[in-house]
Each structure stands twice: as structure tokens, then as C-alpha cells.
């Protein structure tokens, strides 16, 4: 004789809310999680705009691309490159530029 447990209706449905309720808590805190990633990842971008705006504002004239040049070994050149293109840089830039004339 096979016995198998037998789950009402009303205990079905009591489960089924209680787990929905439940995904639903989960759903929303990654939600907020994702919402506050994104707002930092944000603030960082504008930080680095900025940062990079004034650094090339006191880049020796044609010094400002070398800091890219990842092929540059001469010795007499400084170390220090970014870890990012040009091209990021004044994306950066640009979108620090945008929402500092806004604020």
C-alpha cells in the first residue's frame, strides 16, 4: 500500500501566499540594492569626472594623452598610466561637465 501525504487545498494556498509574500520581500530589498549599485556607481563616475577635469587642466600641454600611452617605456616618462582609454576619460568628463552646469 503506497502512502502519500496529502495536502489540502487551503494549506496549498497558505504556502503559496506565504512564499509569494516572501519573493516578493526579496524581489524588492535586490530592487533597492540594485537602485542604491546604481546611484553609487553614478556619484563615482561624476567623482571621476571631476577628477579628471582638473588633472587635465594641469597636464603639461601634450602630456595629457601619454598617461594613456600603455606603450610608452621610456624611462625618463612617468609610471603612472590609466587603467582606461582617452576616449572613457572625457566620457567621464563630459558627463561630469553635463551635470555640473545643471546643478
Given amino acids: 500500500m503506497k502512502h502519500e501525504l496529502m495536502i489540502t487545498a487551503e494549506t496549498r494556498v497558505t504556502l503559496g501566499v506565504s512564499e509569494a509574500n516572501r519573493l516578493h520581500r526579496y524581489a524588492q530589498a535586490q530592487a533597492e540594492m540594485a537602485a542604491c549599485a546604481g546611484r553609487n556607481a553614478v556619484t563615482a563616475g561624476l567623482k571621476l569626472g571631476k577628477l579628471l577635469t582638473e588633472l587635465k587642466a594641469v597636464t603639461p600641454h601634450g ?8 606603450n610608452n617605456d621610456s624611462k625618463s616618462e612617468s609610471c603612472f598610466r590609466f587603467e582606461f582609454t582617452s576616449r572613457s576619460a572625457n ?4 558627463c561630469y561637465k553635463t551635470a555640473a552646469g545643471r546643478l
Fill in 91 to 94: 566620457q567621464y568628463m563630459r
Fill in 63 to 70: 602630456g595629457w594623452e601619454k598617461l594613456f600611452n600603455r
